[in-house]
């Protein structure tokens, strides 16, 4: 039941938290004016505007052509087609992403989704089971290509809802050697095809057509962005649209200001802060008058190559999907180990063509199909313990880092020892390399968690009076399975319960 004066309310970002607030408003049947404060970056017009009309392949040769020209790095980091993404930096290095467009980080995100374990939830609040009906009703919402499997045996949970993302054949063959040999002194391993928000149903307007290329951009949209969710929305007028950023929420009369950093000020009876982590913590450390205090986790992902010298290689190479092909869950069998979810990547194009010249493309190209499932590349995520942390600060209201916690390197090597233990006997190898950590997981959380600390905040995210934390900031602990469908479950049931005051 919503109060009477649940009239006017505003919902702080596009991200895929801000898409879950407005899946509970919708399932909430409130009736409100529902404003959307975010930035308008691609609102209206999207980067790969930029190559079309064209065919499929000059339309991403020309936009290798201008990442090659921008990159600084290699390989380069994630861009929207070719557009960069800023970040933040920590001690002037760059760590994770500014995400500052509409849609926020589904613009560029993998898109592997899947629930939690129940043992994730030890820190929260709620149960699994209080979350399961908004997994669900998330995963409608977003379709999820995926199967049963043992990574869903598991989670005990399985939300697919469409065919699973095309597996190359060497993945296919890794899995059954990891399913006939799951055990390790530390570890038991539950492979599978990674559950993916990606549209494979043939047929589908945006249905994937395989070109492999999602680590550049989806040109067809198959991978779901909240971007396409909540513009549809806007675009219907069931949700209004202030374009832009808000710098922080004041009491005003008992009710929440909301006060955008071009001066647009405007009372809600309710808000739901979904900025993503970083912004999220920005805006409440200046609205609650906080210069320290919170401390931001950051999953570290090792990543390491393994090569594939089995019969098995696919054959046919001209299509495959960009992103994880296998996904595993590493359970703990001892008490020094914990949970570790591993992404399996193909060797994808992409690494070749963002450093080789156009022209050299037309003679490699073959070779470098070859390798896709060959070489598969390794990105194993730490749990929050034995990953990065930062000290977060307010300096000249502007949010600063420090580094409070590195990444475990015993927790990395008895990763990769396992792994290694696991594929013996197999045409799998680890090659020998030490593995090279990444700058972020891009998979933060935690800044002001649930539950009575020094900052409370209400099981329904309450953190203001009226104001809704419905973001990854309120995690307990930021979890080792990739946290977004969560994120989205999560803030469609903190809709609903706020609602119900
Ligand atoms: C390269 C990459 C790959 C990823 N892959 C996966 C994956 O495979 N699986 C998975 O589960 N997760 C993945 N993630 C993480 C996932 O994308 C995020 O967990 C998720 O998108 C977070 O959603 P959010 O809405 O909370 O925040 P964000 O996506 O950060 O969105 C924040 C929104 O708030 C807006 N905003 C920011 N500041 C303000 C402000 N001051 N005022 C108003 N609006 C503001 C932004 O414009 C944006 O719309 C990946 C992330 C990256 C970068």
Not at 245 to 258: A, K, Q, T, W
Not at 434 to 442: D, I, L, N, Q, R
């Amino acid at each position: 039941m919503t109060t009477p004066t649940d009239r006017k309310i505003a919902v702080i970002g596009s991200g895929a938290s801000a898409a879950g607030v407005a899946n509970g408003l919708e399932a909430s049947g409130v009736d409100a004016e529902i404003t959307i404060f975010s930035s308008d970056r691609y609102f209206s017009s999207l980067p790969r505007s930029r190559y079309e009309p064209a065919g499929i392949e000059q339309f991403y040769d020309a936009v290798y052509a201008d990442i090659r020209r921008t990159a600084v790095n290699y390989p380069p980091r994630k861009t929207f087609f070719a557009d960069p993404v800023p970040c933040h930096l920590v001690d002037g290095e760059a760590r994770f992403f500014r995400t500052e467009m509409f849609g926020g980080q589904t613009n560029i995100w993998g898109g592997t989704v899947l629930p939690l374990a129940r043992e994730d939830f030890a820190g929260w609040p709620i149960s699994r089971e209080e979350l399961e009906p908004h997994y669900r009703a998330i995963a409608d919402s977003i379709g999820i290509a995926g199967q049963p499997d043992r990574v869903s045996e598991f989670l005990g949970l399985d939300y697919s809802n469409a065919p699973a993302v095309k597996q190359l054949e060497g993945f296919r063959c890794l899995q059954d050697h990891l399913a006939a040999h799951p055990e390790t002194d530390d570890y038991r391993i539950y492979a599978g095809v990674a559950p993916s928000a990606v549209e494979t149903r043939s047929g589908a307007a945006t249905s994937c057509v395989e070109c492999g290329e999602c680590m550049v951009g989806c040109a067809r949209d198959s991978i779901y962005s909240a971007r396409n969710a909540l513009k549809r929305s806007i675009d219907r007028g069931e949700i209004r649209f202030v374009p832009s950023d808000v710098r922080s929420i004041r009491m005003d009369r008992g009710n929440p200001e909301v006060c955008s950093v071009d001066g647009h000020a405007e009372r809600f009876d309710r808000v739901f802060l979904a900025s993503g982590c970083v912004a999220t913590t920005e805006i409440l450390m200046r609205s609650l008058n906080l210069s320290a205090g919170p401390v931001l986790q950051d999953n570290s992902i090792a990543q390491f190559p393994i090569l594939n010298l089995s019969r098995h290689s696919d054959r046919r190479r001209g299509d495959y999907f960009g992103l994880t092909n296998l996904l595993l869950l590493m359970a703990p069998t001892s008490s020094r180990a914990s949970l570790l979810q591993v992404q399996l990547y193909p060797n994808v194009d992409y690494l070749w063509r963002t450093l080789a010249p156009a022209w050299s493309w037309k003679l490699v190209r073959h070779p470098v199909r070859w390798l896709r499932d060959r070489l598969i590349w390794a990105r194993a995520y730490l749990d929050a313990a034995a990953s990065h942390q930062y000290f977060v600060t307010l300096e000249n209201d502007r949010i600063a880092f420090a580094e409070k916690n590195s990444p475990d390197k015993a927790a990395i090597s008895r990763c990769v020892s396992s792994l290694r233990q696991a594929l013996r006997g197999s045409a799998f190898f680890l090659l020998p390399f030490a593995p090279v950590v990444a700058h972020t997981s891009a998979h933060l959380a935690g800044t002001f968690p649930y539950g009575a600390g020094s900052t409370p905040v209400a099981r329904d995210g309450e953190v203001m009076p009226g104001v809704h934390i419905a973001d990854s900031s309120c995690f307990p602990t930021s979890p080792v399975i990739s946290p977004t469908l969560t994120i989205m479950a999560n803030a469609r049931r903190t809709a609903l319960e706020a609602l119900r005051k």
